[in-house]
């Protein structure tokens, strides 16, 4: 039974919930964590590829267990990672200590974050829009982080699952995005905010995922113009 007039507190503490329980196998499945050389020679290939070779301050949102943050902190990139689950934040920061990655991780809400404006050069996140109630504010809130002129950079997918499962039995109807949006729908979304030069690209290269893609995995980014 879902409940759509459910308070965005109680949304947000399931959400928390349900990757708390995951964190410990998280990384286990083939297309979440990096399990081969290919396979992390490839991630970084495309994060080079859209961050540029200079290096920026970043701010990871929805971190979960910090994949993209190591990607990124090996590309030479300044990153911090926040997380709403304090067991991805421990896998996190366990695996950026083992990896001698000096990389800051904290617990913090996607949307409304604790970080002055104009605080970083860009802004990544990975499969986190279909999870938060209120997506559009979201990304409203980060471009009030990124400076101007800096990118916002995101992962998604359209998935479009059979039945929801978990935690979000009770509260898909709550999410907006819930099953992830197809590239087009999110970049009408992504202009409609106010973000310039959007460009995607499809991410359906088995190596990147340990298999073949079942879903429709695609790399978005734009300009923060305000």
């Known amino acids: 039974m879902t409940h759509p007039d459910r308070n965005d507190d109680a949304v947000k503490d399931l959400v928390r919930r349900h990757w708390n ?26 994060l080079r590829e859209w961050t540029g070779d200079d290096p920026r301050q970043v701010l990871d949102i929805g971190c979960g267990t910090g994949v993209i943050s190591l990607l990124l902190a090996g590309l030479g990139h300044d ?19 083992r990896a001698n990655r000096s990389i800051e991780f904290y617990r913090g809400d996607a949307e409304a974050l604790a970080v002055p404006d104009d605080a970083v050069e860009l802004v990544t996140a990975r499969h986190l829009i279909w999870t938060l109630p209120n997506p559009e504010r979201a990304i409203e809130e980060w471009q009030r982080v990124v400076e101007p002129g800096g990118r916002i950079l ?38 409609r905010h106010g973000l310039r030069d959007i460009e ?27």
């Open 21 to 46: 329980d995951r964190a410990p196998t998280f990384d286990d499945a083939s297309h979440h964590g990096i399990h081969t050389d290919d396979q992390r020679d490839r991630w970084s290939s495309v």
């Open 79 to 97: 990153v911090t990672g926040v997380d709403v689950a304090p067991r991805m934040l421990e896998r996190a920061r366990a695996k950026a200590e």
């Open 154 to 191: 995101v992962i998604e997918g359209y998935w479009d699952h059979d039945e929801p499962w978990d935690e979000y039995e009770e509260i898909h109807d709550n999410l907006p995005m819930y099953d992830g949006r197809p590239p087009d729908e999110l970049r009408s979304v992504l202009t």
């Open 200 to 226: 995607y690209e499809p991410l359906l290269d088995p190596v990147l995922w340990g298999r073949e893609p079942h879903h429709e995995y695609y790399i978005m980014a734009g300009t923060v113009s305000r």
